[in-house]
């Protein structure tokens, strides 16, 4: 257990729709990160948070949107899903300087 | 960042050591390399990481060559829970403060055997 937790761990939403990712760090970690990884793209970084502030931003669409709040959970919203953004979305934290992320063991998103 | 070279897949008996090359032949100084591995869907686990010395704890041993340009991920003793995709990753040190991303490659899919 690597004490990152995300809920819920599936979804499944219809097109055009919008939904929420919740992600809790590890104590102590006030980096948060997400990735989505789907079949024939691998594990994308999408954004990372440290103590409430964007810190970093990867391929994340317009569409997608995150924060961190004050209590060091985060949050990822994706609306207008498309077929496209099924996937595995995986939130990982660490603490700052060189320390290991963490993932949760994700959440597995089905856009029909 | 520096990229990542990794044999596409490996086989490795179970109970023999797995030892997964990679190569990172622009490393720079001041970046770390980093293992995970990914088994089946599950979120990926952070395995080791080192800066120039060889590093060892009790999931592996990661030997990093003098000039830095290529590591190799140890498993002494590979059993059939091992098989999984590992990644091998050069992280930048970050600034004081915060925490810098890694980026995944395509990895090795290691396959142990009986």
């Known amino acids: 257990d690597s004490g990152v937790t995300q809920t819920p761990k599936h979804l499944i939403t219809a097109t055009g729709q919008r939904v929420t990712l919740r992600c809790s760090p590890r104590s102590g970690d006030l980096s948060v990160y997400w990735y989505q990884q789907s079949l024939d793209q691998g594990l994308q970084f999408l954004i990372q948070y440290y103590n409430g502030e964007e810190r970093a931003k990867g391929n994340i669409l317009e569409r997608f949107s995150a924060q961190q709040f004050p209590d060091l959970h985060s949050e990822l919203n994706l609306s207008s899903l498309e077929l496209g953004d099924s996937a595995l979305y995986f939130c990982?934290?660490?603490?700052?300087?060189?320390?290991?992320?963490?993932f949760g063991n994700g959440t597995r998103l089905t856009v029909t | 960042d520096a990229k990542t070279t990794q044999p596409p897949s490996m086989d490795c008996a179970e109970g023999r050591a797995a030892n997964l090359p990679c190569n990172h032949s622009?490393?720079?100084?001041?970046?770390?390399v980093y293992w995970y591995r990914q088994i089946h869907s599950q979120g990926p686990q952070y395995i080791i990481h080192g800066l120039k010395n060889n590093e060892t704890n009790e999931m592996a041993s990661l030997i990093i060559t003098e000039d830095r340009k290529s590591s190799t991920l140890i498993l002494p003793h590979a059993t059939l829970r091992d098989t999984a995709v590992y990644y091998c990753i050069v992280r930048p040190k970050p600034y004081t403060g915060t925490a810098s991303k890694l980026t995944f490659g395509t990895g090795t899919r290691l396959q142990v055997t009986l």
């Open positions: 622009t490393i720079s100084g001041n970046e770390y």
């Open positions: 990982a934290s660490s603490v700052s300087g060189v320390s290991p992320l963490h």
